[in-house]
């Protein structure tokens, strides 16, 4: 096999509750992840040369601070690899939004190297690269549309819901650094309730008015003290709009709604003005 093509998903945040910060600086966290239907293209290529990232994003990082660049950097090292890969990037999820983009390409290209490379990683090997590179990564290793993360989020327990939800995903065009959001982050303010488990008989349920009404994360007031104006605003603009619920997703900037149904969606989609925000239709996939 020369080249793999594969699809990289985006995720919400549909709860994130803090628990505190752990001596390793990181937080512990309880959140509910949905992995939805938008998605890059990631195309794996043999080569002869080094490892070389290929996007005409202007804000992926082309070397080793992209998580893909990481990930193949270290199968290439640990098991002597004498090759290299060209690893394209066909970008469509929003960049630095809270969506977990980046996270979720270098898991394509975890499960891709495997078995382009032939390196017989076992689930529980690909799961240590991925906590290795980042918080987010190992969710994407899953093959579901839910899943409760645990620990930094990369303790994952699969939630086999049948759910499918619609939602109106608005990224605005600010950037907002996660470090920076968890730094802000006043643990004496994040309130102690049980959010995952409010929610989770609501989705195993496909209960809409009330999973709308059970998006919480703890991370919104360090949000909206970086940046006051918009995301207060946003989500003011998608409830009048009648959305059933309203949520940042991660360390923000992108806000989601969740909608009746496609159709839905669709109608609050049409009121965003999209020359200051990315907006987009979105599934459960
Ligand atoms: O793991 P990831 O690279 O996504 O984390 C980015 C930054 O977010 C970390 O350097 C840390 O400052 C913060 N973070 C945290 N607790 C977590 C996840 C991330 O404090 N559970």
Request: proline share 4%; with cysteine.
């Amino acid at each position: 096999m020369q080249s793999l093509t594969l699809n990289s998903y985006a995720k919400l945040n549909l709860v994130l509750d803090v628990l505190g910060q752990r001596p390793d600086g990181f937080h512990e966290l309880r959140t509910i992840f949905e992995r939805i239907d938008l998605h890059d293209t990631i195309i794996l290529k043999r080569t002869s040369g080094p490892i070389r990232i290929v996007c005409d994003h202007p804000h992926v990082p082309l070397g080793p601070r992209n998580l893909a660049y990481q990930v193949a950097q270290r199968l290439q090292k640990d098991f002597d690899i004498p090759e290299g890969v060209t690893i394209t990037i066909e970008k469509r999820i929003p960049v630095t939004a809270g969506l977990a983009g980046g996270s979720s390409n270098a898991a394509s290209v975890l499960q891709g190297l495997n078995r382009l490379w032939g390196l017989g990683l076992t689930s529980k090997k690909l799961r240590d690269y991925a906590w290795a590179v980042g918080s987010d990564v190992a969710f994407f290793l899953y093959d579901t549309s839910y899943a409760l993360g645990e620990g930094r989020g990369e303790q994952i327990k699969v939630l086999a819901f049948k759910t499918k939800l619609w939602h109106v995903l608005v990224t605005p065009q600010v950037k907002i650094y996660t470090r920076d959001v968890f730094r802000r982050l006043n643990l004496k303010l994040t309130k102690k309730k049980d959010n995952v488990n409010i929610l989770l008989p609501f989705l195993r349920g496909n209960n809409l008015y009330s999973i709308g009404s059970s998006l919480s994360n703890d991370l919104e007031p360090a949000i909206l003290s970086l940046k006051p104006h918009w995301g207060r605003l946003l989500k003011e603009k998608l409830f009048d709009a009648g959305a059933v619920g309203v949520c940042f997703s991660g360390s923000g900037p992108s806000v989601f709604a969740l909608a009746e149904s496609q159709k839905h969606a669709l109608s609050l989609r049409a009121r965003f003005d999209r020359r200051f925000s990315q907006v987009f239709v979105v599934s459960t996939y």
